[in-house]
């Protein structure tokens, strides 16, 4: 591992500057780019830790080290076009056509890994038998490729909201469906017998066990945590968040503010356009039939809102619960007044 440390040093720095500059610029606080950042040098020492990396061509290696940059860098290019209040639609259409490219460049090069513990497809079957590698990549770059064109498709055709679950689904499928393809090649094998059925050793059971509790953790972290606190200054009133940026507003941009006991956006095909939003929080820039494109931030499990115009633009409040932005609603009233 050292010797693959000292020997990328600099594109490792390199590769790392981008992504956490990358994750600054797009306005996503400070949570994100650490997140990022950490993904990134996570997986680069995961594969320095696999004897086999030193077998893989450097065309490969290069998308192991610049997948997370790229894809940081796509992100962030996506946040300043949705704030830069530009027509929705864009901003999905680089997002859809950049996934698709990236999935054209991985399907390209996938045929060409060579057997390893951490680029590729890395099932059981696959691991320990390189023909069941070889024909299962290949398989692999065809679904990839063909996610890839499906991706740029949508991108272009009038779909909307439809458009992005429709890329969503391709790419899931494309990354699934090896990996079935994967296990009925080693049935074929067990069949023809070449190959022997072998017991999952204990070493791999500690590893793949350590290695699915840390993607639970880091899921249930993503999924169920947050927080977002109000600051009322003389002239303004600042919404803090470490999830995603602050939203400073001036009083006086308050030309009206409604409390309501239900929000009623949810009926509206709501969605989030740029942002950050889990099953805690919704943070950023949302667009729905009422109130076209707007800016929210709200806790999921409130059902109350306060609804202002700042400056001809609807922003969407709430607290904890309905209390907690009952006490939003009148003391953004009591400032007004001063």
């Given at each position: 591992m050292m010797e693959m440390i000292k020997k990328n040093w600099g594109k490792i720095?390199?590769?790392?500057?981008?992504?956490?500059?990358?994750?600054?610029?797009?306005?996503?606080?400070?949570?994100?780019?650490?997140?990022?950042?950490?993904?990134?040098?996570?997986?680069?020492?995961?594969a320095f830790g696999d004897k086999r990396i030193h077998t893989q061509s450097r065309k490969a290696l290069d998308i192991l080290f610049w997948i997370m940059p790229v894809g940081s860098v796509l992100l962030a290019v996506i946040s300043r076009i949705s704030e830069s209040g530009a027509d929705d639609d864009l901003a999905s259409?680089?997002?859809?056509?950049?996934?698709?490219?990236?999935?054209?460049?991985?399907?390209?090069?996938m045929p060409k890994f060579r057997?390893?513990?951490?680029i590729g497809i890395r099932v059981k079957w696959t691991l320990e038998n390189e023909e069941n590698w070889a024909m299962t990549h290949r398989f692999a770059g065809k679904c990839l490729m063909i996610a890839g064109c499906c991706c740029i498709l949508f991108a272009f055709l009038p779909l909307g909201m439809a458009g992005d679950l429709l890329c969503m689904a391709a790419i899931l499928i494309a990354v699934l469906i090896p990996g079935i393809y994967s296990w009925r090649y080693y049935k074929r094998q067990l069949q023809s017998g070449k190959v022997e059925k072998k017991p999952v050793s204990q070493k791999v059971l500690?590893?793949?066990?350590?290695?699915?509790?840390?993607?639970?953790?880091?899921?249930?972290?993503?999924?169920?945590?947050?927080?977002?606190?109000?600051?009322?200054?003389?002239?303004?009133?600042?919404?803090?968040?470490?999830?995603?940026?602050?939203?400073?507003?001036?009083?006086?941009?308050?030309?009206?503010?409604?409390?309501?006991?239900?929000?009623?956006?949810?009926?509206?095909?709501?969605?989030?356009?740029?942002?950050?939003?889990?099953?805690v929080l919704?943070?950023?820039?949302?667009?729905?039939d009422l109130y076209g494109t707007y800016t929210r931030y709200t806790y999921t499990s409130c059902p109350s809102c306060v609804v202002l115009t700042v400056d001809g633009q609807t922003v969407v409040l709430n607290g904890k619960d309905k209390a907690a932005t009952k006490e939003i609603y009148e003391r953004l009233e009591e400032m007004k007044k001063k």
């Open positions: 720095v390199l590769t790392s500057a981008v992504v956490l500059a990358a994750s600054m610029a797009g306005g996503y606080g400070w949570v994100m780019p650490v997140v990022m950042l950490a993904a990134h040098l996570l997986c680069l020492l995961s259409l680089i997002m859809d056509c950049g996934l698709g490219l990236l999935f054209l460049i991985m399907g390209n090069y057997q390893n513990g951490v500690i590893r793949g066990s350590i290695f699915a509790a840390v993607i639970i953790i880091f899921s249930v972290w993503v999924l169920f945590t947050g927080s977002m606190r109000m600051v009322y200054d003389k002239e303004s009133f600042t919404i803090e968040t470490p999830d995603w940026k602050d939203l400073t507003i001036s009083y006086d941009e308050i030309t009206s503010m409604d409390y309501l006991e239900e929000d009623p956006s949810g009926n509206f095909a709501d969605r989030r356009t740029n942002g950050f939003g889990n099953l919704g943070m950023g820039t949302f667009k729905n």
